[in-house]
């Protein structure tokens, strides 16, 4: 199985800030990383796929980059709504696998 | 308006069975792979099983391989996944998924809790 590997785990940080999160996987998954969005008590919302198409109707300020086993995703200035967990996931192969979350919390 | 609406979540004693469902609307059901995904109390998600479009190609993570079967039906644009021998560390919110052939998910549903308890 693929290890998926978020860093940092949580994350505080203040409106305008930029902030980048990065995921690892345990051998490369080319180019099939994909980044959500989750907010208390809801399903989680596709930002990035294939790591650095922006899915349609997400903010520009988000962006995704890597290839093979590093990845980031990046807030160029963080708002008020970005606050939340994120989760990276590989779809490579199955067994389908997620990073383990980064709490962004404000500071 | 694409949409994903589960059903059939709710509260049952370890080793007895659930089945939930998911209503697929406003998009080509029969034409995307479909996924279930978890989520444990304040846990991560972790997939739990796919179905290709046709139904012919079927995986599972292994926790509940030999346990729980996805199944879907193109005639009535739904998803299922049948789960068999329960256990406490089943319990959690199981949302459905779409997406294309990449496996990313565009679309999920809002989700049905699973609790698992004597």
Known sequence: ?107 | QVQLVESGGGVVQPGRSLRLSCAATGFSFSTYNMHWVRQAPGKGLEWVALISYDGNNIYYVDSVQGRFTISRDNSKNTLFLQMNSLRAEDTAVYYCAKGPLAGYYDTWGQGTPVTVSA
């Open chain 1, 1 to 107: 199985d693929i290890q998926m590997t978020q860093s940092p785990s949580s994350l505080s940080a203040s409106v305008g800030d930029r902030v980048t999160i990065t995921c690892r996987a345990s051998q490369s998954v080319a180019g099939y990383l994909n980044w959500y969005q989750q907010k208390p008590g809801k399903a989680p919302k596709l930002l990035i796929y294939s790591a650095s198409s922006l899915q349609s109707g997400v903010p520009s300020r988000f962006s995704g980059s890597g290839f093979g086993t590093d990845f980031t995703l990046t807030i160029s200035s963080l708002q008020p709504e970005d606050f939340a967990t994120y989760y990276c996931q590989q779809s490579y192969n199955t067994p389908i696998t997620f990073g383990q979350g980064t709490r962004l919390e404000i500071k």
